[in-house]
């Protein structure tokens, strides 16, 4: 069962940042009671080609790769269906995405919108994992000027205990071709934790640098290539299963908007995505 990120039931996932210097702060509660494994075993990439480019809704979740990966919506009165993201094909992702500037690449990739998250366990109880690296973008309408840092990717990691230590990550600004995907390495810590679960969601920044998330509906990211360590074995390849039916990023999105109980100051790249 995922853990609940909606901010009155969990603090910890603050709603509100103030950026004065964002390198990566890595902000630790209940750390000394995690042991940190003696050794790393094979490391195993998360990625998302040859998957079906569907829409990924509230609940939704691919078994592959000895991975559970989970998306949900932040709202508490989220329902199923409710629009948190897409498979992208990555090579045509103009076409997938419309005003939303989703990246270009030469493989798949998942993109979360509309404030949802993305949850990452083993398949198999009670097996846990580190974090080596990955590759993310910010994504944002093309209707909009962002700042030099648009907003960053939060990474938070919880041990068996429910402790748990989070890692922060700076997306690029766009670019002439807009945004594009940038490589992250994780720190030791990370890449040596015994995790049973990590989850990944989106700060958006002004350009004060006053970085929010789970307000705005523009807490968006796309994720790809993630590596993750410290697995007992090598996973044995399963067959991707889908507990999914997805209605595709565009039809959906409006649907999940009319659910929000106050309007935001300015449209979310979502709207502009459905306008």
């Known amino acids: 069962m995922n853990r609940s990120l909606y901010l009155p039931d969990a603090p910890r996932a603050a709603s509100r940042f103030r950026l004065t210097k964002l390198v990566r702060a890595t902000l630790l509660a209940g750390l000394t009671m995690a042991a940190l494994p003696s050794a790393r075993a094979a490391d195993a990439t998360i990625d998302f080609d040859g998957l079906p480019l569907v829409g990924l809704t509230h609940g939704d979740a691919i078994v592959s790769q000895g991975f559970h990966i989970g998306t949900f919506s932040n709202d ?18 103009a076409a997938s995405c419309g005003f939303l500037q989703c990246p270009t690449s030469n493989s798949t990739y998942a993109a979360i919108v509309n404030d949802g998250y993305m949850e990452i366990t083993r398949s198999a109880p009670g097996q846990t994992f580190g974090l080596k690296s990955f590759d993310a973008s910010y994504l944002g309408s093309n209707l909009y000027d962002y700042p030099a840092t648009p907003g960053f990717l939060r990474v938070q990691g919880f041990y068996a205990d429910n402790s748990w230590v989070s890692e922060d990550y700076a997306f ?32 958006t920044c002004d350009a004060n640098q006053d ?14 290539n993630i590596v993750t360590t410290g697995l007992v074995a090598a996973p044995v390849p399963e067959p991707e299963s889908w507990l999914m039916m997805g209605a595709g990023l565009l039809g959906v999105a409006a649907a999940a908007r009319r659910r929000r109980q106050s309007a935001v100051s300015a449209p979310s790249a979502t709207a502009a995505l459905a306008a």
């Open 211 to 224: 970085c929010t998330a789970f307000s705005t509906g523009r807490g968006q990211f796309a994720i790809d």
């Open 172 to 203: 690029y600004a766009p670019g002439s071709e807009g945004f594009e995907f940038g490589a992250y390495n994780s720190s030791p810590l990370f890449a040596n934790s015994q995790f049973t679960a990590i989850y990944l969601f989106a700060f």
């Open 76 to 93: 508490p009165q989220a329902l199923p269906g409710d629009a948190v993201g897409a498979i992208i094909d990555g090579t045509d992702a």
